[in-house]
Every structure is written in structure tokens, then in C-alpha cells.
T-cell receptor, first 113, second 115 residues
Framework: SQELEQSPQSLIVQEGKNLTINCTSSKTLYGLYWYKQKYGEGLIFLMMLQKGGEEKSHEKITAKLDEKKQQSSLHITASQPSHAGIYLC?????????????FGKGTLLTVNP | DTEVTQTPKHLVMGMTNKKSLKCEQHMGHRAMYWYKQKAKKPPELMFVYSYEKLSINESVPSRFSPECPNSSLLNLHLHALQPEDSALYLC??????????????FGSGTRLTVV
């Protein structure tokens, strides 16, 4: 079973509209990351959340982690074509004495001008 | 320097070839990672090195051989690959062992095609 569920799988919005992407974990999150990826390219770090109730913003993107540390949301305000891409949430899960960064399946965002 | 540099960006190799992927960082990070990403799929962890020692091997076939010669450099040696190994190979690093305190920095990847 998937440890990290991400929704929606894809999203098409009109430029200027707001949107939200969700990420739900089956286990308590030790660290939750949001990355953006253009097809075939590397991952661009957006934000990291660790504390329950934490909220971070950068430009028009806001990410929140719920109090129980099992759900996170990424909200984009007034979307622009430059926001288009694949958004991935990632989480650290303990693996023995280490942690393993596991990703959700991603959300493909298309912003129509 | 806040980057992870991967070379080459593209690689085409035959099934009998031996090649290597290289990853370098100068951020002082002591953990380095190899991920494999197939088309339209999320990255999947292959190997983790912590303080230059292999700490996680996600049951990767032996035709993939990682090497960490020093704290700044990570290699992935490839031998006798199969066409299904064609993918984007991503390298990442983090500050202090594995864990979530400081986040992960990813390189831009090597696009590998096995013919």
C-alpha cells in the first residue's frame, strides 16, 4: 500500500485561479517536503514542514502541516503559467536506524493562460 | 555552492557496456542518495550513503554498483544493464546523516537510455 497519498493526480486551472494539492500519510510524519519538477528534470525544493500546525509561505505558495502531522496541503494563489509542472510531496519514514525519503505519486499541474 | 552536480546529463549505453554516473556536492553534506525515476512515476530510493558508508540498499540488482570515494563525491557504476533500466537517475544530498532536520538537495539528473 502507498504510504503517502497525493491528490489530485492532475489539475488543470485557468491562470489567476487558486488551487490546492493534498498529501496524506498513513503514518506520523517526521518531515514533510514539497518539491516541484519539470518533466525530465531535477527536483526543485519548495518547502519543508516538521511541526504540527506549521505553515510556510514563499511568494504565492503556502504549505501547511496539520496538527496530527499526517496531512499536508500546498496552496497556490493566483496561479501563473510558471507554476505549471509536477508537484511532489515527500516524507521521511524511519527505516531501522535511518530515515527513508518516500514520495507521493505527484500532481501534474497545468495552468492555461 | 548550494548545488548537487550530476554528470553526464544524458547517457546512451549498450547492454554490454560499462559506464558510470557521477554526483558531486560541496555543501558539506554527509549523506548522499541515488534515486531512480521512471516516466510519470515518483523517484524511488536506490542507495543511501551516510558518512561515506552504505547505509541503505533498497534491494537494487548488482548490475548497479554505488561508490562513495569521499564526502563530496558519489558514483553509480553501471554494468550489463537492461532496457528496462532506462530512467532518470537522480542524486541527492542532505546535511547530517539521514533524517528530516535539514532537507534534501537534488541534482538535475542523468537521463539514461539502455539500447
Amino acid at each position: 500500500s502507498q504510504e503517502l497519498e497525493q491528490s489530485p493526480q492532475s489539475l488543470i486551472v485557468q491562470e489567476g485561479k487558486n488551487l490546492t494539492i493534498n498529501c496524506t500519510s498513513s503514518k506520523t510524519l517526521y518531515g514533510l517536503y514539497w518539491y516541484k519538477q519539470k518533466y525530465g528534470e531535477g527536483l526543485i525544493f519548495l518547502m519543508m514542514l516538521q511541526k504540527g500546525g506549521e505553515e510556510k509561505s514563499h511568494e504565492k505558495i503556502t504549505a501547511k502541516l496539520d496538527e496530527k502531522k499526517q496531512q499536508s496541503s500546498l496552496h497556490i494563489t493566483a496561479s501563473q503559467p510558471s507554476h505549471a509542472g509536477i508537484y511532489l510531496c515527500g516524507a521521511d519514514y524511519p527505516r531501522g536506524s535511518n530515515y527513508k525519503l518516500t514520495f507521493g505519486k505527484g500532481t501534474l499541474l497545468t495552468v492555461n493562460p | 555552492d548550494t548545488e548537487v552536480t550530476q554528470t553526464p546529463k544524458h547517457l546512451v549505453m549498450g547492454m554490454t557496456n560499462k559506464k558510470s554516473l557521477k554526483c558531486e556536492q560541496h555543501m558539506g553534506h554527509r549523506a548522499m542518495y541515488w534515486y531512480k525515476q521512471k516516466a510519470k512515476k515518483p523517484p524511488e530510493l536506490m542507495f543511501v550513503y551516510s558518512y561515506e558508508k552504505l547505509s541503505i540498499n533498497e534491494s537494487v540488482p548488482s548490475r548497479f554498483s554505488p561508490e562513495c570515494p569521499n564526502s563530496s563525491l558519489l558514483n553509480l557504476h553501471l554494468h550489463a544493464l537492461q532496457p528496462e533500466d532506462s530512467a532518470l537517475y537522480l542524486c541527492a544530498s542532505s546535511q547530517a546523516g539521514t533524517g528530516s532536520n535539514y532537507g534534501y538537495t537534488f541534482g538535475s539528473g542523468t537521463r539514461l537510455t539502455v539500447v
